[in-house]
């Protein structure tokens, strides 16, 4: 296939660090320093979106806070997936304007997914006066522009334009984890799932060159991160679009062959993309993870047609067995929709007996939403909300108790884990997580093993963490910890 010319141009993303320059020079006129503050909304695609914002704004001169009073910029990164991340977002944008009528000259920056969709931009054009810039996803590249043009000639700026999409190479990060990195390796998706907001938002799948996915991981390893996630909304399609001779098993496979002491994971996979080379790559790589996101959405064949997900649970079921087979414990979790529409409680039963039948250790579960401009918006939904409501309780229900019978077969266990925090309930000092990214609760231990993978000895668990001690790392006889 032709490379597509999705890519911004060099020059072009030099030109937005000039800006980045020009309103440098303009703080620097200032007393004090100029501060900002960075609310991220949504997937892990717009914490990695938001890192490249902070890097923009830090090579424009501003420091970062978390008090929107203190700050001269307020950019909120938002998502569009479900009603209820809307609402909460236009709630929180809406109360700033007591922020702004505190400090005038601040400066208000709607950014993200909603701000792509016209009807938001709309709203936020009419009814939120106090927001100075809105631009959506396909602009984020453009950022220091737009700020520019804001600061110099006031008025508003909207910049949402539905197009396919870009990639912008080297743009600045600053990362909010010195342990776990986001690496995007690709951008926008091509499904359009019925029910699913994010192609209209995020644009057209795109992947980025593999020399500059490596470039990033390289540094990150170098720089002594000690876990990458690749990032994409269907990263087993990965490459597709590049016309090289190059799938998503074979990047993970270059991944995994940097030197360093870090682990790999990915997100998120489309069961109709993962393939039997995709799960024998992971089987022979060892710094990949042994986990697998599998969103399934519904156990019901018709209601998988009606949602566009082109496969059927037969085939589903035929990929986690493929999975299991060459990596035996592998952590499986997986996102479900209820209640989309024209379901019934009947055909929810097939959604119950796959949750049942696979045994996930986690599921993430969601009630449809009903999103503007996608076609599931447009169904007949007679399923009164009540009845979507107890069914949604009975899958929660059902998978508590297997998450819960699940962590439990740790127990006793001892696990090298990434330690990666400081936990802030009573009675444990640090968090740490399993390779299949289950949350441990350590009960002692300083700050200063953050960044360190560490054996675990699992003493407890309940349905949503396990927690344990630290396994005495200098005993090598009988009692030593298990790798
Ligand atoms: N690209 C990923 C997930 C993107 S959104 C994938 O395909 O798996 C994350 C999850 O939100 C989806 O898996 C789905 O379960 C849920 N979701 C998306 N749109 C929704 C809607 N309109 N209503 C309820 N849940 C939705
Ligand atoms: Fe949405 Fe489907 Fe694309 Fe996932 S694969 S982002 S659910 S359209
Ligand atoms: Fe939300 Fe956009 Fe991610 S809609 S889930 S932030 S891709």
Known sequence: MERQTTRVSTQDVARQRDFCEKIALLLSAKAGQSMAYVDTYGCQQNEADSERIRGYLQSMGYGFTQDENEADVIVINTCAIREHAEDRVLGNVGALVHAKRRHPGQIICLCGCMAQEEHVAEKIRQSYRHVDIVFGPHALWKFPELLYRVLTRRGRVFENTDEPGSIAEGIPVVRQNGVKAWVSIMYGCNNFCTYCIVPYVRGRERSRLPEDVLAECRELAAAGYKEITLLGQNVNSYGKDLGLDMDFADLLAQVNAIPGDFLIRFMTSHPKDASQKLFETMARCEKVAPV??????????????????????????????????????????????????????????????????????????????????????????????????????????????????????????????????????????????????????????????????????????NTWSLWGRLADTDCHGPCGPSQ
């Open 292 to 461: 697998f996101h599998l969103p399934f959405q519904s156990g019901n064949d018709r209601v998988l047609k009606e949602m566009n997900r082109h496969y059927d649970r037969a085939t589903y079921l035929a990929k986690v067995k493929a999975l299991r087979e060459q990596l035996p414990d592998v952590v499986i979790t997986s996102d479900v929709i209820v209640g989309f529409p024209g379901e019934t409680t009947e055909e929810f039963e097939d959604t119950l007996s796959l949750v049942e039948e696979v045994g996930f250790d986690a599921l993430f579960t969601f009630i449809f939403s009903p999103r503007v401009g996608t076609p599931a918006a447009g169904m007949d939904d007679p399923t009164p909300m009540e009845e979507k409501k107890a069914n949604f309780q009975r899958l929660v229900d059902a998978q508590n108790a297997i998450s819960a019978q699940k962590h439990a077969a740790y127990i006793g266990k001892t696990l090298r884990c990434l330690v990666d925090g400081v936990c802030q309930e009573e009675g444990f000092a640090l968090t740490a997580r399993t390779p299949g990214n289950r949350l441990v609760r350590i009960e002692t231990g300083g700050e200063e093993l953050i960044g360190q993978y560490l054996d675990v000895e699992i003493t407890g668990a």
